[in-house]
């Protein structure tokens, strides 16, 4: 079946811009994480949903950074007046919820942002 | 803070080799422990993981070894090919909570023909 696919591949933006950044999830999945992957370094977690509920947005790093899974399925990474910091390669996971169990994580592609 | 540390930064080793990555983490309340591999271009793609429970665990050519008391824990890879020259990320997370992966810095691993 397919995977995670996020939109778009590469984004190029000027400094002061806003962008918008598109995940669909795995079909069926409740639960959707965003990461935040800096050059040569891990991914670090941005925030959670579970279905429509975002329950974690502790990762998002200034309140220009914001959310939203309005039906439970695609989701939606929004970064206002973007910065130069905010160049990274933005991950989207999704995971089904069981409990016990069902931990894995499948990630996207990414989308890389590149604020000039 | 650092809570998943993760050695070598980078690996060179040949083909048919054993390739080895360690990983250390300070929460004691981890619980799942995956290994991701990345190839450029690509997202992390799940390998292998463990929970605290077992000492071990083997899916054909990649290991996970597991020592609770250290907070330590490792990925073998059997057989090294050139065909695994990627990065590889170790994570870890409180199952109990929203899930979320704490990832180590990456090893960039490359196989040598």
């Known amino acids: 079946g397919a995977g995670v696919s996020q939109s778009p591949r590469y984004k190029v933006a000027k400094r002061g811009q806003d962008v918008a950044l598109r995940c669909d999830p795995i079909?069926?999945?409740?639960?959707l994480f965003w990461y935040q992957q800096a050059l040569g370094q891990g991914p670090e977690f941005l925030t959670y949903?579970?279905?429509?509920?975002?329950?974690?947005k502790s990762g998002l790093p200034s309140d220009r950074f914001f959310a939203e899974r309005p039906e439970g399925s695609v989701s939606t990474l929004k970064i206002q007046r973007t910065q130069q910091e905010d160049s990274a390669v933005y991950l989207c996971?999704?995971?089904?919820?069981?409990?016990?169990?069902?931990?894995?994580?499948?990630f996207g592609p990414g989308t890389r942002l590149t604020v000039t | 803070q650092q809570q998943v540390k993760q050695s070598p930064q980078s690996l060179i080793v040949q083909k048919g080799g054993i390739s080895i990555i360690n990983c250390a983490y300070e929460?004691?309340?981890?619980?799942?422990f995956p290994w991701y591999q990345q190839f450029p271009g690509k997202g992390p793609a799940l390998l292998i993981a463990?929970?605290?429970?077992?000492s071990e665990k083997k899916e054909g050519r990649f290991t996970i070894s597991f020592n609770k008391s250290a907070k330590q824990f490792s990925l073998h890879i059997m057989d090294s090919q050139p065909g695994d020259s990627a990065t590889y990320f170790c994570?870890?997370?409180?199952?109990?909570?929203?899930?979320?992966?704490?990832f180590g810095s990456g090893t960039q691993l490359t196989v040598l023909p």
């Open positions: 929460n004691t309340a981890f619980d799942y």
């Open positions: 949903f579970q279905n429509e509920a975002q329950l974690d």
């Open positions: 994570a870890a997370m409180l199952t109990g909570s929203a899930r979320q992966l704490t």
């Open positions: 079909s069926g999945h409740v639960s």
């Open positions: 463990i929970r605290p429970d077992v």
């Open positions: 996971a999704s995971s089904p919820y069981r409990v016990p169990g069902a931990y894995e994580q499948y």
